[in-house]
């Protein structure tokens, strides 16, 4: 079934995405953010901890094989490694953390869609959403087939002369844009069943709403401290998105069928 979108909505994917802002101070859905925020913080914390002591370890053998006049080296390679590993770390662990935070992240979808329509979804007991683990950690595993193969082809342009200088930072951007749509839209969907390839042609009806709301997303991503609350946000903009766009479709497919 691919049933058609809203077309009276015309709020860009930036806007849904800053809308998530205010939806995670809203009360009566800030404890259900709470939750995946602090695994996020409390995991992130404790990787920083153990990285840092790594590199004090590596700066204090470099600083025994560096002779008296380069000492001064290290207060500049010492904030450049730190700066370093808070962004690749921070994109590392948000593919980690997508795992180990999927049931609490659709939980937060289906109480913020409960809130912004007023209607419960009746997905059943805290027994049902374990009994579901399976299936969720499954559609995390699609959607991490469907990256990983287009991923490796946009790393290996990198290496492609000329291509790799131009067109492969672009071709980069995008292809995170259109993958932080899916892995954050996917939650609302989810919820309701929608088969994964339903899913992204619903995203292809609406691609300059879903990659500017990627776009968003991936731009925040990349502010070390500022991406702790990244997936929480983008989950409410998501839901948000998927209630004023796509929600009436799936709910009553006979009115727009295709």
Request: hydrophobic fraction near 50%; charge should be positive; glycine fraction near 6%.
């Amino acid at each position: 079934m691919n049933p058609k979108t809203n077309p009276t909505t015309r709020k860009s994917g930036v806007n849904y995405f800053l809308d998530g802002f205010s939806l995670i101070k809203t009360k009566g859905l800030r404890r259900f953010v709470f939750i995946p925020l602090m695994i996020n913080l409390v995991i992130f914390a404790s990787v920083i901890y153990f990285a840092i002591g790594q590199l004090e370890g590596a700066f204090a053998w470099l600083t025994g094989q560096l002779p008296e006049y380069l000492s001064w080296l290290n207060f500049i390679l010492w904030p450049l490694a730190v700066i370093t590993l808070l962004v690749v770390l921070s994109f590392l662990f948000s593919s980690v953390m997508n795992w180990i935070a999927a049931p609490f992240n659709g939980l937060l979808a289906e109480k913020v869609e409960q809130y912004l329509t007023g209607k419960d979804l009746n997905t059943g007991t805290t027994v049902d959403l374990i009994k579901d683990l399976p299936r969720i950690l499954g559609r995390e595993w699609i959607k991490l087939k469907y990256y990983l193969p287009r991923a490796i082809i946009c790393l290996i342009l990198f290496w492609v002369p000329f291509v790799g200088q131009t067109f492969a930072p672009i071709i980069w951007f995008l292809f995170s844009a259109w993958m932080m749509a899916i892995q954050y839209c996917d939650y609302p969907f989810d919820n309701h069943k929608v088969p994964f390839p339903d899913m992204k042609f619903a995203l292809k009806q609406t691609k300059g709403t879903s990659f500017s709301f990627g776009a968003a997303v991936t731009l925040f991503s990349m502010i070390p401290i500022v991406n702790f609350i990244v997936m929480p946000v983008a989950i409410c903009g998501a839901t948000a998105m998927w209630v004023d766009k796509y929600r009436a479709a799936y709910k009553h497919p006979e009115i727009a069928p295709e």
